[in-house]
């Protein structure tokens, strides 16, 4: 069986310059998320940081890439890179993973088409309970998953939350505070496919949690791309000029 080719990407800022996200994620958050994709027979890692030339995301890299997972919060990627994630998404059909304030950043914006802006949040010291309602009983996310499955502490985000309304909605998250918030989005944007899943705030340990690593797992096999006998890259170079009829006109 052919492996996804899986980049995780992380700023790796939180770790370096907070102790409290150190003690939970010595070695970053991607590294975390990598050691349990590794586990995956049909799996082949790598992980990015922002401090790497071109933020570990060059064209050789981003050409090696089927899906990337993306964690960022603290600091913005520069526009060339933007654009290029952009461009491999929309024109080449790489999956893009969205982890929690991952969604905030320029190329995302540029591919939604909102501010992403628009949210209820705080964030408690010890956090509080996330319950993760299934809302797409069907879909290949939630397989393995039960009706619903909780993190006892995490930030809290609530609608009205500015997203475009999901092409696939998969969860939607209730706290203890009363907020609600569609906490796990499929979109479909040119030829690739996007998942946005909302926890993962730095100073808790939900990436450690059984039913977060399963969804992970489950978004990357549903975004890796399809596999087409179609050459898009080549019929857009062709096809600048105006096509010819494909049925005889009489």
């Keep these: 069986m052919e492996k996804i080719r899986v980049t995780v990407w992380n700023e790796y800022l939180s770790e370096k310059r907070l102790p409290e996200v150190a003690k939970i994620y010595p070695q970053g958050i991607h590294t975390t998320i990598a050691e349990f994709l590794r586990k995956q027979s049909n799996f082949k890692v790598q992980t990015a940081t922002r401090d790497e030339p071109e933020h570990g995301l060059t064209e050789e890299v981003l050409n090696s890439t ?33 982890l929690h304030s991952g969604v905030w950043t320029t190329f995302v914006r540029a591919l939604l088409g909102t501010t992403l802006k628009c949210l209820r949040w705080r964030c408690p010291k010890d956090g509080e309970k996330e319950r993760l309602w299934v809302v797409a009983r069907s879909h290949p996310i939630v397989e393995g998953i039960g009706e619903y ?44 496919k996007i998942f946005y899943f909302r926890p993962g705030h730095e100073t808790f340990q939900s990436f450690y949690d059984p039913n977060v690593q399963r969804v992970i ?27 010819e009829p494909l049925e005889k006109i009489y």
């Design 149 to 192: 499955f909780e993190l006892e502490h995490e930030e809290v985000h609530g609608e009205p939350f500015d997203i475009p309304s999901p092409d696939e909605l998969v969860f939607i998250s209730w706290f203890q505070g009363g907020e609600i918030i569609r906490s796990g989005c499929c979109f479909y944007r040119g030829l690739g």
């Design 217 to 243: 797992c489950n978004s990357i096999r549903w975004a890796s791309p399809v596999k087409r006998t179609f050459d898009y890259q080549r019929w857009k170079k062709d096809n600048n000029a105006p096509t």
């Design 66 to 98: 089927d899906v990337l997972v993306y964690w960022g919060h603290m600091a913005p990627i520069s526009d060339a890179v933007a654009d290029r994630i952009y461009r491999h998404v929309t024109e080449d059909g790489m999956g893009l993973i969205l």
